[in-house]
C-alpha cells in the first residue's frame, strides 16, 4: 500500500514558530503552530523529530501541555549543529516537523495512586506534559510529589512556574541543587536526598514513579524508589539515543531487542533494568 504524503511519517511538515524564549543561557522554549492548519494531539512523554531547514533533524520531547490542542511546545538545549540552530530560531521562522512518535508516561492509567516525578535537569521537560495532566485532574490522584534537581540555581528549568506549583496546597514541590550560589536558600544535594524524604511519608506501595534525566540520576532515584517499597512495575523512565528514522526502521536507536523510537522512549523499569546499567547497549 503507498503512503501518501500528508500520512508519510517521514515527511516533515512545515511549522511556523508562534513565539520563542530563553529560559537559561543555553536552552530555550518554542511555541509552533502548524501552516497546514491541523493540530497534532500528542501523548505525555512522545517526541517529534525537528528539522532545521539545511541543517538537520533531532528528536526532541514534546513539553507543553497535551489539554491544549493546537499549541506544540519544545524545550531545546543547545549541545551541536541541529539543537543549536532550534534553539536560536526567531518568531515566525519556519521549521519542519514529524511525529508524534514513542510511548508515553502511562500517568492517565494510575488514577488513585500517589504520583511521584522525578527529574533531572532538562529531564523535567519530557515530563512536564506528564505533570500537567495530574495538575488538571488532581481530584483524580491520591498525591502529586515533584523531585527536581539540576545542578545550579542558574539551571532550574520552568523555575517560574516550579514555584505556582510549589504555592498550590495540593502538591509536594522538592526542589535541589548541585552546588549553591549566593542567594539560594534552598536545598543542595542530589534528587535522592528529598526523593528518599518524600518518600518516608507515604506508602511505597501507593506510588507510581515517573523517572527522566541523566541515566546515573535515573539509576540513583530508582534504587530509593525500590527501597522505600515502590513496585518495579509501577516506575517508568524515559531513555534517550541518537535518532535518524524515529519509526523502527533504521536500527540508529537499537537498546538491547527493542528501538527506543518505536518501542520506548518511556519504559517501564523492569523491561530495561537488566540494560540501563551496561554502558555497550
Ligand atoms: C526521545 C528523545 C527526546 C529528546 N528530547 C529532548 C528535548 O526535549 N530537548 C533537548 O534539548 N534534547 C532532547 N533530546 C536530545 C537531542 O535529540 C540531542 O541533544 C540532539 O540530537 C543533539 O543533536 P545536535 O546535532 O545538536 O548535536 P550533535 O552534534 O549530534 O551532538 C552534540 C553532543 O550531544 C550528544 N548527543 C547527541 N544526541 C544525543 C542524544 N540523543 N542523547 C544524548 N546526547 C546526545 C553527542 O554525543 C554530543 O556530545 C532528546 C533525544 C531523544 C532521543
Ligand atoms: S531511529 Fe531508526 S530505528 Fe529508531
Not at 28 to 51: C, D, I, K
Request: aromatic letters at 8%; a negative charge.
Amino acid at each position: 500500500m503507498s503512503v501518501s504524503a500528508a500520512t508519510d511519517p517521514m515527511l516533515p511538515r512545515r511549522y511556523r514558530v508562534r513565539k520563542t524564549w530563553k529560559e537559561l543561557a543555553d536552552v530555550s522554549t518554542m511555541e509552533l503552530e502548524a501552516l497546514e492548519g491541523q493540530s497534532m494531539a500528542f501523548q505525555p512523554g512522545q517526541f517529534n523529530m525537528l528539522y532545521a531547514f539545511g541543517v538537520g533533524e533531532v528528536a526532541i520531547s514534546i513539553s507543553g501541555d497535551p489539554a491544549e490542542e493546537g499549541k506544540l511546545v519544545h524545550t531545546i538545549r543547545d549541545v551541536g549543529a541541529v539543537s543549536g540552530a532550534l534553539a536560536s530560531v526567531s518568531d515566525g521562522d519556519m521549521i519542519g516537523v514529524r511525529g508524534p512518535f514513542g510511548s508515553a508516561w502511562p500517568v492517565a492509567e494510575q488514577t488513585g495512586r500517589h504520583i511521584v516525578f522525578v527529574a533531572g535537569g532538562l529531564g523535567l521537560a519530557p515530563l512536564r506534559p506528564a505533570i500537567y495532566h495530574v495538575l488538571n485532574n488532581r481530584d483524580q490522584y491520591a498525591g502529586l510529589t515533584v523531585v527536581y534537581g539540576s545542578r545550579s540555581p542558574h539551571d532550574l528549568l520552568y523555575a517560574e512556574e516550579v514555584r505556582g506549583w510549589k504555592s498550590r496546597f495540593d502538591t509536594e514541590i522538592e526542589v535541589t541543587v548541585d552546588h549553591a550560589e549566593p542567594g539560594w536558600t534552598g536545598q543542595v544535594g542530589v534528587v535522592t536526598v528529598p526523593l528518599d524524604r518524600a518518600l518516608a511519608g507515604n506508602n511505597g506501595a501507593e506510588v507510581s514513579a515517573f523517572v527522566c534525566g541523566p541515566e546515573i540520576m535515573m539509576r540513583f532515584s530508582v534504587m530509593s524508589l525500590k527501597a522505600a517499597g515502590v513496585s518495579e512495575d509501577k516506575i517508568w523512565i524515559s531513555m534517550e539515543r541518537n535518532m535518524k528514522c524515529a519509526i523502527g526502521f533504521c536500527g540508529h536507536c537499537q537498546f538491547g531487542g527493542d528501538f527506543i523510537c518505536r518501542d520506548g522512549p518511556v519504559f517501564r523499569h523492569d523491561h530495561v533494568a537488566k540494560l540501563i546499567n551496561r554502558k555497550e547497549v
